[in-house]
């Protein structure tokens, strides 16, 4: 199993560019989320879903849209890109039994200009 | 939202010595994880304690969860350079809900 996979790994967009970052797991995991870390301030959700076709959202959700047409994808979409997004994304999913554990992609570096 | 406090923010140390990082809420969770991270990567999961008053242990580190279940620490006897990362703990009331985040711990040991 690859486990969660998030591609890319760098991006770079200039303020008002749009562009979808990926998120796949192989898991069969129910839960799967979205989350932005900056120094300081910890990993703050942006959206969550509990199942497909079942969204909802998180602590930081506004500038961000997501979907969740199958079990094993997660896009998250940035509309139009502003530098307060500059930041490292993190997609994770957990199953939908069992503790909360949850299991994390690589990340992803967004860096907005 | 539920919030964690984690202390201290920041620890740098030397090789050998011990330390304990802490985990605080005001709200009861009906798990709590704890994780490290390393830089340039994603959380990994050390534990999760579920039990009031639960310990446990992973090589040179303990878990401990309170007896009321908000609250928890990690113990970290000896620490080596190969501890350096981000300990992070995540709680939350179970079910769908999706766990909070502490801000975290930032641990340097130093060689």
């Known amino acids: 199993n690859a486990g969660v996979t998030q591609t890319p790994k760098f991006q770079v967009l200039k303020t008002g560019q749009s562009m979808t970052l990926q998120c796949a797991q192989d898991?069969?995991?129910?839960?799967m989320s979205w989350y932005r870390q900056d120094p300081g301030m910890g990993l703050r959700l942006i959206h969550y879903s509990v199942g497909a076709g079942i969204t909802d959202q998180g602590e930081v959700p506004n500038g961000y849209n997501v979907s969740r047409s199958t079990t094993e994808d997660f896009p998250l979409r940035l509309l139009s890109a502003a530098p307060s997004q500059t930041s490292v994304y993190f997609c994770a999913s957990r199953p939908d039994r069992g503790g909360d554990e949850q299991y994390f992609g690589p990340g992803t570096r967004l860096t907005v200009t | 939202t539920q919030l964690l406090e984690q202390s201290p923010q920041f620890l740098s140390i030397q090789e050998g010595e011990n330390l304990t990082v802490y985990c605080n809420s005001s709200s009861v969770f009906s798990s709590l994880q704890w994780y490290r991270q390393e830089p340039g990567e994603g959380p990994v999961l050390l534990v999760t304690?579920?039990?009031?008053?639960e310990v446990k242990k992973l090589k040179r580190l303990t878990f401990q969860f309170g007896d009321a279940r908000k609250d928890s620490s990690l113990h970290i006897t000896a620490a080596q350079p190969g501890d350096t990362g981000l300990y992070l703990c995540?709680?939350?009331?179970?079910?769908?809900?999706?766990?909070?985040f502490g801000r975290g711990t930032s641990l340097i040991v130093h060689p």
């Open positions: 995540a709680g939350g009331p179970g079910g769908s809900y999706i766990p909070t």
């Open positions: 304690v579920v039990t009031g008053g």
């Open positions: 898991m069969n995991h129910e839960y």
